[in-house]
């Protein structure tokens, strides 16, 4: 690697840095008018829509949350009521966490309402700036769905390990 392109890394690096925050602030503000859960439990709502039940160590697996961390989050789904515990039929020792019907319902309007904020905030730049948005956007997703990919099949091998 020559100079030149370590330079590049270490700029595309520093952007990242520096764009998670702005954004995660940006997105945090929305949720927080929104409810009283936080990220990370948002988090575990987003990942049971995809999955309809996981275990306790998927969970922590998929998010890379440790277990004690994934296990308060949950306690406080359940006493919102919007997620349930199910106990493995043939090993008690797992518990598995399906979305209820409440959570789902309530998941979805967060959702939507974030959107919408987001929405409005976006609708404001001009023409040409919703067209370099939409380009960069569309290709940082791209790119970081790529990468963590490889880093998930690698993660998910160590997950599997446990």
């Not at 936080?38 to 995809?50: D, E, H, Q, W």
């Not at 989050?73 to 409440?102: F, W």
Request: a neutral charge; aromatic letters at 4%; hydrophobic letters at 35%.
């Amino acid at each position: 690697m020559n100079e030149n392109e370590k330079i590049s890394i270490d700029q595309i690096v520093e952007n990242l840095i520096y764009i998670h925050p702005l954004l995660s602030k940006s997105i945090t503000r929305s949720i927080r008018t929104k409810t009283n859960l936080n990220p990370g439990s948002l988090f575990i709502l987003g990942l049971l829509t995809r999955h309809e039940v996981l275990s306790m160590s998927e969970i922590g697996c998929k998010l890379s949350m440790p277990k004690p961390h994934v296990t308060a989050q949950i306690d406080k789904l359940i006493a919102e009521r919007m997620v349930e515990r199910l106990y493995d039929a043939n090993d008690r020792r797992i518990i598995n966490i399906k979305l209820s019907d409440k959570g789902r319902k309530d998941f979805e309007e967060i959702k939507l309402d974030v959107s919408q904020d987001m929405r409005e905030r976006i609708e404001t730049l001009d023409v040409e700036k919703l067209d370099v948005l939409y380009k960069s956007s569309t290709n940082l997703r791209e790119i970081l769905t790529s990468i963590l990919q490889e880093n998930n099949s690698n993660h998910a091998n160590s997950c599997n390990k446990q």
